[in-house]
């Protein structure tokens, strides 16, 4: 006779469980049970990221801007890069007008003298965008983090926010609560963080 044992896991989907799992029944690739995304090879460092400045700061909102500050970081010379060549194509905008102007007839020779202005000017049209979309996948796995993982669930932060997982419970038509009524609910939410966002 054959005897087939079968083992299943119904429990919270936190990465430490997911690991413990893995190694202590030896399942390959059983991390796969979170959905990290397209972009895995990014995101599950980026867990690991926050994760370890949450073990250092003692809070996950403290983590998150932390690890969103040592990503611009890395990226600053790609975006003062981007930046500059912007700042290159704003230079020799009356130039590229100019042309567009003189040869408005003939797209052909219109499409001639830009490239022999970029050439001139030492200029790359792509060459800011290039930096900006290698970002991209960054920021989408960050997002994907916070996202999926179950670790940051109803964990605090400082002041009125008492779970980083739920919406901001301040309202700008209450003046975030100084005022004793609660916002209407037709009117759309505005919480302190998007006026905090919208000031910086």
């Known amino acids: 006779s054959t005897t087939i044992e079968s083992e299943i896991f119904?429990?919270?989907?936190?990465?430490?469980t997911i690991n413990a799992y893995e190694k202590d029944r030896h399942i390959r690739q059983f991390d796969l049970l979170i959905d990290w995304g397209w972009f895995y090879f990014i995101t599950k460092p980026m867990f690991w990221l926050i994760d370890t400045l949450y073990k250092f700061f003692g809070n996950f909102g403290l983590a998150i801007l932390a690890t969103t500050v040592i990503v611009k970081a890395i990226f600053f010379p790609l975006a003062n890069k981007s930046?500059?060549?912007m700042a290159n194509m704003k230079k020799v905008q009356p130039k590229m007008v100019e042309i567009r102007e003189k040869y408005a007839d003939d797209k052909m020779k219109q499409q001639q003298a830009m490239m022999e202005l970029y050439k001139t000017e030492k200029i790359n049209p792509l060459a800011g965008c290039w930096?900006?979309?290698l970002q991209i996948p960054v920021f989408f796995s960050l997002y994907k983090?916070?996202?999926?993982t179950i670790e940051m669930r109803h964990a605090p932060f400082f002041g009125w926010i008492h779970d980083l997982a739920a919406p901001d419970p301040t309202s700008i038509?209450?003046?975030?609560?100084?005022?004793?009524?609660?916002?209407?609910?037709?009117?759309p939410?505005?919480?302190a963080w998007a006026v905090v966002m919208g000031i910086t």
Do not use: Q
């Open 10 to 16: 119904a429990g919270a989907k936190e990465v430490s």
């Open 189 to 191: 939410h505005m919480g």
């Open 145 to 148: 983090v916070l996202y999926i």
């Open 131 to 133: 930096p900006v979309a």
């Open 173 to 187: 038509f209450n003046l975030f609560g100084l005022l004793p009524f609660a916002a209407p609910a037709f009117l």
């Open 83 to 85: 930046y500059a060549s």
